[in-house]
């Protein structure tokens, strides 16, 4: 077999670099290193599953079109191929494609959601209500099974046992479980309690995957009431924890939150009754002293006090008219004599033109009484004629008779109105005449 010629580092690269460019593979890996300065023309990251690490390099347009933010730790899914760098002899993977798996697109999801609540508000703290410092109801709404609701019964029995809870036992996991929380928060909500209690124990992300559930986190912001919430552990933070009112780190602490201490609560009560009794004290005494002082002014020990400037006042206004009326009527009597005097002369020199007055009248009435007189003598002889002429019983003297019925004495227009043998008055111009109808004879009219 011919020995094969020795090539050159570059060709050997090149060759090696042409191989390795005809493997494309989809590979998974968590990021263990990542480098992104202002100014390259790629970001260059490793990817890593703990028992191999490769180096990766991804082109600046394709990175910032990819929508991943890289940063170690995060689980990510590239496509691409191997190539060569010749300058350093060192293999990389030129990622053409890249997005979150696993965790890592959970959290990017969980982001988006975050963003999406923070814009329409319900992250503001604004929003965010005070707890009841003494609550009477507290709801639970947790794993009925858990470690977590033990805690929590355990605190709120050690703490405060004077709250009545009220415990809604749903899934806290798995696909089901946002559905049983929201309806568990729903059943507590009509339970009428003063605060909520959303707890769960620790789990891996995908677990507490739950409580960043949508439709959970809007449910908590339309709870009637306060709603706590203590998932997981210490570092682990939710979607429900940042809508709710209060963010416990652990279920133990959201019990605590929202159950005051019966030890503390004894202290500030006794602390508060010994400041109230002195308070009390106080006042009484402050009330005694001012008792006294009133009981000692002359108000409450002489009546003539209020009743004394009054009286004084009567006697003065009695004394003032006494003065005054006197002055008055006699003031009154001058005005009298004067309009008597002025009355009097006005009367003497008015009694000639009235007498003259009356003389004129008189003489005028001697002059026009006898015409006056000739006047109403003819008016009345006239009134008198027409009224004979007008009177029934002229009428009667020219031959007329009025025939009336015997029994009402109602005058009679018609024929009509008696029957043959019914007696009549007839009245004439010279006495009565009590007749019988023989016969009758109606007068028949045109119509």
Request: aromatic share 4%; hydrophobic share 40%.
């Amino acid at each position: 077999m011919p020995e094969e010629r020795a090539v050159s580092v570059s060709e050997a690269i090149a060759r090696a670099k042409r191989a390795l460019e005809g493997v494309r593979l989809r590979v998974v890996g968590e990021v263990s290193e990542f480098a992104d300065k202002p100014g390259y023309a790629a970001a260059y990251f490793t990817v890593s599953d703990g028992a191999a690490a490769l180096p990766c390099l991804m082109w600046r347009d394709q990175y910032a079109s990819s929508g991943v933010v890289l940063r170690c730790g995060i689980l990510v899914e590239m496509d691409g191929y191997f190539s060569a760098y010749a300058a350093k002899g060192r293999m990389q993977f030129i990622v053409r494609s890249l997005s979150l798996a696993g965790e890592g697109r959970l959290r990017l999801e969980v982001a988006e959601l975050a963003r999406r609540l923070e814009t329409e508000g319900l992250l503001r703290p604004e929003r965010k209500r005070e707890l009841p410092a003494y609550p009477a109801r507290i709801g639970v709404v947790t794993s009925p099974r858990g470690k977590a609701v033990h805690d929590v019964l355990r605190t709120l029995r050690r703490r405060y046992p004077l709250a009545e809870v009220l415990l809604a036992g749903v899934a806290v996991e798995g696909t089901e479980a946002p559905s049983a929380i929201l309806e568990g928060l729903e059943v507590v909500a009509d339970a009428r309690p003063d605060v909520v209690l959303l707890v769960r124990g620790g789990g891996s992300y995908e677990d507490l995957m739950p409580f960043n559930d949508e439709r959970v986190a809007r449910a908590i912001a339309a709870c009637p009431v306060p709603v706590v919430t203590g998932i997981g552990h210490e570092p682990d933070t939710s979607i429900a924890d940042m809508v709710a009112d209060v963010r416990a780190s652990t279920p133990t602490a959201a019990a605590e939150s929202v159950a005051p201490s019966v030890d503390e609560l004894s202290v500030t009560l006794h602390k508060t009754r010994r400041l109230l009794g002195r308070a009390l004290q106080h006042r009484v005494q402050v009330a005694e002293h001012r008792l006294g002082v009133l009981v000692h002014r002359p108000v409450f020990t002489d009546c003539t006090v209020l009743t004394g400037p009054a009286a004084q006042a009567l006697d003065q206004a009695g004394i003032a008219l006494r003065r005054a009326l006197p002055v008055r009527l006699e003031r009154e009597d001058e005005r009298l004599t004067r309009i008597a005097d002025d009355l009097t002369l006005i009367g003497t020199r008015m009694l000639p033109q009235v007498s003259e007055r009356v003389s004129r009248s008189g003489r005028d009435l001697e002059r026009l009484g006898p015409r006056l007189v000739e006047r109403a003598t003819d008016s009345v002889g006239q009134a008198a004629a027409r009224l004979h002429d007008l009177s029934p019983v002229a009428i009667l003297g020219r031959g007329y008779a009025v025939c009336r019925t015997s029994d009402e004495g109602r005058v009679l227009r018609s024929a009509a109105e008696v029957s043959t043998g019914d007696r009549v008055t007839v009245t004439l111009g010279k006495g009565t005449l009590g007749c019988v109808v023989e016969s009758t004879e109606k007068e028949e009219h045109d119509g």
